[in-house]
């Protein structure tokens, strides 16, 4: 079965400064990968996704993701952080009818 | 507004008890899905429907069922409650298999 894995729990970032939230995935056949974001006493909101194509994807409030398929990894990026950008941040693998979850990256951006 | 609705927001159950978790979206999704959100775990995938009428396991389905009458609603039964599955649980719906899932705001149940 397909895995995530977001080996930060954490990841604190200055306004103003990038920011990357770490994902690798591990999946039997061709990936189909996605970030989501999550607001306090929310539901998950879709970010963006990487089907096929270009490795660098473009979401929405300024997030891009960068598909490295060599070391099987997803991740998240904005150029210059908002403190609005703090929330949970979800990424997440499909395979057939499973969809994986990793357990989550909480980002906090100081004024 | 179209988007998904769950109901009731929260719960608080007593073990043994049966509930249902409700769930109806308007955006004529074909598939939909119930998670588990636990600290520390990220979302697991209880149960899933492709389209109406069919219904599938996911990561975690032991304790819970579901249905699929029509498109628009999913209905997640546990039939008799257990304290391990005090949770939040989110509905989500997705056109395609391999579209990105939209969510519902969630249910807070407790088991005690």
């Known amino acids: 079965a397909q895995s995530v894995a977001q080996p930060e729990d954490q990841v604190n970032v200055a306004e103003g400064n990038p920011l990357t939230v770490k994902c690798t995935y591990s999946?039997?056949?061709?990936?189909?990968l996605f970030w989501y974001v999550q607001y306090p006493n929310r539901g998950l909101q879709f970010l963006l996704k990487y089907i096929t194509g270009d490795n660098l994807v473009k979401g929405s409030y300024g997030f891009e993701a960068e598909f490295n398929k060599s070391q099987t990894s997803f991740h998240l990026k904005k150029p210059s952080a908002l403190v609005s950008d703090s929330a949970l941040y979800f990424c997440?693998?499909?395979?057939?009818?499973?969809?994986?979850f990793g357990a989550g990256t909480r980002l906090t951006v100081k004024p | 507004i179209a988007g998904i609705t769950q109901a009731p927001t929260s719960q608080i159950l007593a073990a043994g008890r049966r509930m249902t978790l409700r769930c109806t979206q308007d955006?004529?999704?074909?598939?939909m899905y119930w998670y588990r959100q636990d600290l520390g775990l990220g979302l697991r995938l209880i149960h899933y429907?492709?389209?109406?009428?069919?219904?599938g396991k996911g990561e975690v389905p032991d304790g819970y069922s579901v249905s699929r009458a029509n498109t628009d609603d999913f209905p997640l039964t546990l039939a008799s409650a257990v304290p391990s599955q005090t949770s939040v649980y989110f509905c989500?719906?997705?056109?395609?298999?391999?579209?990105?899932?939209?969510f519902g705001p969630g249910t807070r149940l407790t088991v005690l």
């Open positions: 999946v039997s056949g061709n990936p189909y």
């Open positions: 997440a693998v499909r395979d057939l009818n499973d969809m994986r």
């Open positions: 989500a719906s997705s056109d395609t298999l391999y579209n990105e899932q939209f």
């Open positions: 955006m004529r999704h074909n598939a």
């Open positions: 429907s492709n389209t109406a009428g069919t219904t």
